[in-house]
């Protein structure tokens, strides 16, 4: 280890730094001054009402949206800098969606093998392998040569979690991975995303899955009106939350 590596452990390195962001559409801000610190390994899950702001956040951090002021670095590169190379700022980047976007007319492994290949310029043996070891991080090899349409919402979200995963992303951002999901569902999505923490990944998931959040994350953020509102570790936040706004907002989801 190098005397910089030194430097480095002592000064807590963040994965992901967000310091005053704002997000405005057109007379609407949506994003108030947010500040958000993510550290290596840590599974941060946001939480909040509909419309606080929580998909522009993780849709600025991917760079989908263009925050309107504010600095956002993600392993240690500034990608609000506008001579940042944005496509390999966002392969640094993995993100999981409500919806699961997959590629109809794909199989599963055409799925996790084509953005490997056009984004990252693997050769197909590569692209195969990575594919493969993915798919079984989620166990889901057996359905390779399946469509998405042959697959359960549950099987299809554990997919677009591998396809995620298979291009090596530094951070992974779920947004409400579970909320189209049945029910009898979301316990295979959540425990590939538990396995995935245990792993080591830093992960920012926004979630109504209070159990998940309360088991696996080691803090909580509550959002609110584009404002972080509290933050900490769950037993506080979503155990004995300090701010009124939390209060109300766990009574109607708990
Ligand atoms: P959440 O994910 O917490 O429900 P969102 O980040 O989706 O909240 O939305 C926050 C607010 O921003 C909402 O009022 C929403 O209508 C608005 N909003 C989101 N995206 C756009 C957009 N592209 N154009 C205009 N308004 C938007
Ligand atoms: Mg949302």
Do not use: W
């Not at 522009?56 to 951090?61: D, N, Q």
């Not at 043996?125 to 991080?137: F, G, H, K, P, S």
């Not at 979630?207 to 953020?221: I, K, N, P, Y």
């Amino acid at each position: 280890m190098t005397s910089d590596d030194n430097d480095a452990t002592r000064r807590q390195p963040t994965e992901i730094e967000i310091r005053d962001l704002h997000k405005s559409f057109g007379a609407t801000e949506v994003l108030r001054g947010i500040d958000l610190q993510v550290t290596p390994g840590e599974v941060v899950c946001v939480i909040g009402p509909s419309g606080s702001g929580k998909s522009t956040l993780l849709r600025c951090i991917n760079l989908l949206e263009e925050p309107s002021r504010g600095r956002i670095v993600v392993a240690g590169t500034d990608i609000t800098d506008p001579d940042v190379d944005i496509d390999a700022a966002r392969r640094r980047i993995g993100m999981v969606f409500q919806q699961f976007n997959l590629f109809p007319h794909l199989t599963v492994s055409g799925n996790l093998v084509l953005p490997q290949r056009r984004v990252l310029g693997r050769d197909k043996r590569t692209a195969d392998r990575v594919a493969r070891e993915n798919l079984r991080r989620v166990a889901l090899t057996d359905k390779a040569d399946a469509y998405p349409a042959q697959l359960s919402g549950g099987q299809q979200q554990r997919v677009a979690i591998a396809r995620a995963l298979a291009m090596d992303p530094r951070v992974m951002l779920f947004d409400e991975p579970t909320s189209a999901l049945d029910p009898e569902l979301v316990g295979d999505v959540l425990a590939v995303m538990r396995s995935l923490a245990a792993d080591g990944m830093t992960m920012v998931v926004v979630t109504h899955e209070m159990s998940f959040a309360r088991e696996v994350a080691d803090r909580v953020v509550f959002m609110d009106e584009g404002r972080v509102v509290e933050q900490g570790p769950a037993a506080q936040v979503v155990g004995s939350p300090r701010h009124e706004r939390t209060r109300d907002f766990l009574t109607r989801v708990l």
